[in-house]
C-alpha cells in the first residue's frame, strides 16, 4: 500500500509562484507513474500533469504549459508540481497520485488546496 502526503499548497496572488510536494512512503517509488490532479467543486477531476517513473516522458494539460513543471526525486520518494505565472482559475484542490503505469492511478493524497487572487 502506497501512502501519499501533499503539501506546499496556499494562496497566492495572481502571477505568482507556488510549489507542491507529495511525498510516498509504503511502496517502490522508483517504479511508480505519478501525476498530480486538480478539483474545483461541481467540475470533474483534471489531469494536470505526469511523470513516468524513469522521468523520461512528461504530460501536462494544455492550460498550464510553460507555467508548471512536474518533477521527481526517487531518492527522496517525492514528486513536485512546480507552479509559475498562477493565474485564478488555478485555484483548485490539487492531488497526488502513483499509478503502476503511465495511464492509470490507484493511490491517491488527501488533497492540498491551492488559491490564486486576482
Known amino acids: 500500500q502506497v501512502q501519499l502526503v501533499e503539501s506546499g499548497g496556499g494562496l497566492v496572488q495572481a502571477g505568482g509562484s507556488l510549489r507542491l510536494s507529495c511525498a510516498a512512503s509504503?511502496?517502490?517509488?522508483?517504479?511508480?507513474?505519478m501525476g498530480w490532479f486538480r478539483q474545483t467543486p461541481g467540475k470533474e477531476r483534471e489531469t494536470v500533469a505526469k511523470?513516468?517513473?524513469?522521468?523520461?516522458?512528461?504530460y501536462y494539460v494544455d492550460s498550464v504549459k510553460g507555467r508548471f513543471t512536474i518533477s521527481r526525486d526517487n531518492a527522496k520518494n517525492t514528486v513536485y508540481l512546480q507552479m509559475n505565472s498562477l493565474k485564478p482559475e488555478d485555484t483548485a484542490v490539487y492531488y497526488c497520485?502513483?499509478?503502476?503505469?503511465?495511464?492509470?492511478?490507484?493511490?491517491w493524497g488527501q488533497g492540498t488546496h491551492v488559491t490564486v487572487s486576482s
Open positions: 497520485a502513483a499509478g503502476i503505469n503511465y495511464f492509470s492511478y490507484t493511490y
Open positions: 511523470i513516468s517513473w524513469k522521468g523520461d516522458n512528461t
Open positions: 509504503g511502496g517502490t517509488f522508483s517504479r511508480l507513474s
